[in-house]
């Protein structure tokens, strides 16, 4: 089985530019999180979908939003872009395992770079 | 608000020796507690997990870790490193959303370096 898909792995952009990321869960997922990594830190929570309802938000600017669609999948937007919006940007999916529910299942993540 | 403390920023084993990360949170109700490990360039993988019970708790790759409340910790330990254990390693905390997933709060994570 497939698991959570994210694109593209890596991209340059210049700042005030906007970036749009892609992320697609593992099948029968209905949730999917969002989470910034920076360089030698630990992920920060951005946002979280499930049934295409956002469910929380971290403590980010509005320049950040996400959505998600009717197959799961969703997209982590980023407007007027920073030099400090360049991160590791990790997509997760969970489902409702009785086994371990509420688990995140982590991508490989969207490394952004601006300058 | 939640944290999570990680006081080693580095550690360094030789290969067959024991590894213990240390972990300490802060969390207003029962705490949901998990250890990730991240290969450099890569995604994280979750090596284990406390939600109630027994509080030592077995992982993937030989990894277990011991929920202490009255300390608020959650280190890691495998008793023989292997060369291939090197990478970063996070603990994370956040409540039980069993349908939407967990929200988790991530420590600074810990970088091991292991000695042929």
């Known amino acids: 089985d497939a698991g959570v898909t994210q694109s593209p792995t890596h991209l340059i952009k210049t700042r005030g530019q906007q970036v749009t990321l892609r992320c697609s869960p593992i099948s029968g997922h209905k949730s999917v999180s969002w989470y910034q990594q920076v360089l030698g830190q630990g992920p920060q929570f951005i946002f979280q979908y499930y049934e295409k309802e956002e469910r929380g938000r971290g403590n980010f600017p509005d320049r950040f939003s996400a959505r998600q669609f009717p197959n799961y999948s969703s997209e982590l937007n980023v407007n007027a872009l920073l030099l400090g919006d360049s991160a590791l940007y990790l997509c997760?999916?969970?489902?409702?395992?009785?086994?371990?529910?509420?688990?995140?299942?982590f991508g490989e993540g969207s490394r952004l770079t601006v300058l | 608000a939640q944290s999570v403390t990680q006081p080693d920023i580095h550690i360094t084993v030789s290969e067959g020796a024991s590894l213990e990360l240390r972990c300490n949170y802060s969390?207003?109700?029962?705490?949901?507690l998990f250890w990730y490990v991240q290969s450099p360039g890569q995604g994280l993988q979750l090596l284990l997990k406390?939600?109630?019970?027994?509080?030592l708790v077995q992982g993937i790759k030989g990894f277990e870790a011991e929920f202490k409340r009255s300390q608020s910790s959650f280190n890691l330990r495998k008793p023989s490193v292997h060369w291939s254990d090197a990478a970063e390693y996070f603990c994370a905390v956040g409540p039980m959303i069993k349908a939407a997933g967990n929200k988790l709060t991530f420590g600074g994570g810990t970088r091991v370096l292991v000695k042929p």
């Open positions: 969390y207003g109700a029962t705490p949901y």
């Open positions: 997760a999916s969970s489902g409702t395992s009785l086994r371990s529910p509420g688990e995140l299942f």
């Open positions: 406390y939600f109630s019970g027994d509080t």
